[in-house]
């Protein structure tokens, strides 16, 4: 589970849902600090508690009460920790939060790995299904067939747990406990919790091995987005976090190519909606879909639904980044290697963009006034593309 959510600082208390048991544990940087397994699974509690359809009362504070009893022994430990975050996993919780998921989004992501809830959307989702009998919980859109009959108590399991140990909000993660244990029996965890960034960049570096054809390539485009990123701050007034989504768009924008390089955009778009990478929240997934979606072709627009799903914001910070995203891609999609280099020069009214050791510079030149159309109108500034690095510039 420590290796799909970033964590960030603090502790971190994890609750991994499955059909027999409620795994409970504590994480924080050196890994799982402890970990308890309780009978008060999903499968298990409405087995033995819930015989009516749809459940009754009783049943419920039945579950609550199973729960509450289960938990109450690791209750001190947990609040004397205080947990910076909640995270939740298994399949009910997953079947659950994407009910939620559905809620907000016509299309929800492919990916719901680090969605956050709060326990009181949980609460009331849970009582809602409660009161439908199973015929009618099957047909609530986004409902997972295999686990609605496990619904209701699996939302019970999960509000009481939480509420009981101090959690208002869950963040949900597509591996649990269990594949924790199965990375370790491969070799694959080390024992400490990866920082965010890492775990971010591990997801980003193992879809460029799988799907890249040209690393060194990527991250040339990667060290041109990022110039081009930090000359122009003070126009677009983006953040380190918005950074960080153009560096991952730049090496993944061709990974597209595997499967068709005449779409390579559009089948890229959709291995990173898809891969499940860890570490990202679903509308950071998005923006970075959007990124590498329209890094060619027409521009960012709702048409593409990871792209309407953003907040308005970061569809603004989506439009400025794919811009600078082709004139990083026009520049460095020929022959070139570590020479390459740029200079930004901003004055009044004015982008300068000066290109130095290209191995096409005539072509690399041609390319990025071709390409630079949308960050000209979203800043709305002129543009001006050159040979050479003019003394003082800034690199």
């Given at each position: ?289 959007s990124l590498v979606r329209f890094h060619r072709g027409k521009d960012p627009r709702p048409v593409y639904p990871p792209f309407a799903a953003l907040e308005p914001s970061v569809q603004q910070a989506c439009v400025a980044l794919t811009g600078l995203l082709r004139i990083a891609h026009a520049i460095g999609r020929g022959p070139e290697d570590d020479r390459l280099e740029l200079a930004i020069d901003l004055q ?48």
């Amino acid at each position: 589970m420590t290796a799909s959510v970033a964590l960030g600082e603090g502790s971190t208390l994890l609750l991994d849902l499955g059909g027999g048991s409620l795994e409970v544990a504590l994480a924080d940087g050196t890994g799982l600090r402890w970990g308890r397994s309780l009978p008060v699974g999903a499968g298990r509690l409405t087995g033995q508690l819930v015989s009516g359809d749809p459940p009754s009362r009783s049943e419920r504070k039945a579950v609550r009460a199973a729960v509450e009893q289960a938990v109450a022994p690791l209750v001190d430990e947990v609040l004397a920790a205080n947990p910076a975050q909640c995270v939740a996993s298994g399949g009910t919780a997953g079947a659950l939060a994407r009910l939620i998921a559905a809620r907000r989004w016509s299309v929800p992501p492919a990916s719901l790995n680090q969605y956050e809830v709060t326990v009181s959307e949980l609460r009331e989702l849970t009582r809602e299904l409660a009161a439908l009998p199973l015929t009618e919980r099957l047909r609530v859109p986004a409902v997972d067939e295999r686990r609605a009959d496990l619904l209701p108590a699996g939302g019970w399991i999960l509000t009481t747990a939480a509420s009981a140990l101090g959690a208002k909000r869950l963040v949900h993660s597509e591996w649990g406990l269990r594949e924790g244990a199965v990375l370790d029996a491969l070799g694959l965890a080390d024992g400490t919790v990866p920082p965010p960034d890492r775990l971010r960049r591990g997801s980003v570096d193992r879809l460029v091995r799988a799907w890249g054809e040209d690393p060194a390539h990527v991250e040339l485009v990667a060290r041109l987005a990022h110039g081009l990123f930090d000359g122009t701050r003070e126009l677009h007034g983006l953040g380190a976090l918005e950074r960080e989504w153009l560096g991952h768009a730049a090496r993944l924008h061709e990974i597209g190519a595997r499967v068709s390089p005449a779409r390579l955009h559009k089948h890229g778009a959709y291995i990173v909606e898809n891969a499940g990478s860890r570490g990202f929240s679903p509308q950071e997934v998005g923006a970075i879909a959007s990124l590498v979606r329209f890094h060619r072709g027409k521009d960012p627009r709702p048409v593409y639904p990871p792209f309407a799903a953003l907040e308005p914001s970061v569809q603004q910070a989506c439009v400025a980044l794919t811009g600078l995203l082709r004139i990083a891609h026009a520049i460095g999609r020929g022959p070139e290697d570590d020479r390459l280099e740029l200079a930004i020069d901003l004055q009044q009214g004015r982008l300068g963009i000066r290109i130095a050791g290209s191995g096409n510079p005539d072509a690399a030149v041609a390319e990025a006034r071709l390409a630079s159309d949308l960050l000209r109108r979203t800043l709305g500034i002129e543009i001006e593309i050159v040979v050479g690095i003019p003394s003082g510039a800034s690199a």
